[in-house]
Structures are given as C-alpha cells and as structure tokens.
Nanobody, 119 residues
C-alpha cells in the first residue's frame, strides 16, 4: 500500500521560502523516481520537479533556479525547497511515485499541502 504524506506548506510573502516534505511508505522508495506536482484552483495539475533513483533531476521552467528537489533514501523522504516564491506558486502541492518506464505518476493522490504566497 503506497502512502505519501506531504507537509510543510503554509502562508508566505512573495520572496519568501518554504520547504516541503513527502514521507513515503509501502514501496521500495530508493529504486523509484519521485515527483512534486501542484494544482491551483481551476487549473490542471502540473509537474513541478522530479528526481530519479539515480538523482537525475528535472524542473518545470517556471520554477527553475528557484526550487530544489532532493531525496533522502534513508528516511524515505523527498523534499522540495522553494525559494523566491511568487504569488503564481500558490497551489496545493502533491508528491507521487513515478513509473520507471514513462515517469508518469500513480493515478491516486494524497491530501497534498497548501502553499499560499501573498503579494
């Protein structure tokens, strides 16, 4: 049973920082790619960043240079460090396991964690 619990969201002013955590269980974390996604009201869920088991990393252009994804396999945790936050970053943020072949997420999503960036 895959379980993913996001935390670390909150309210922050533009230019501020937040660090999101995703605690994973129920699968072999170390051999799987992981991704962070976000969904703003009325918009599609989008991929923000992903990290493979070999720590190959990709970012959406909108967050490149501001966000950093990392993982700690000993803790079964993936992180998203968010700096220089903008109001456009306001969304619910989710983590998920990515398929080894297509890097697509599982079709089940957790609660996510709310990030709100004020002007």
């Amino acid at each position: 049973q895959v379980q993913l619990v996001e935390s670390g969201g909150g309210l922050v002013q533009a230019g501020g920082s937040l660090r999101l955590s995703c605690a994973a269980s129920g699968f072999m974390f170390s051999i799987n790619a992981m991704g962070w996604f976000r969904q703003a009201p009325g918009k599609q869920r989008e991929l923000v960043a992903r990290i493979t088991s070999g720590r190959n990393i990709n970012y959406a252009d909108s967050v490149k240079g501001r966000f950093t994804i990392s993982r700690d396999n000993a803790k079964n945790t993936v992180y998203l460090q968010m700096n220089s936050l903008k109001p456009e970053d306001t969304a619910v943020y989710y983590c998920n396991v990515l398929g080894s072949r297509d890097l697509l997420p599982l079709n089940r999503w957790g609660q996510g964690t709310q990030v709100t960036v004020s002007s």
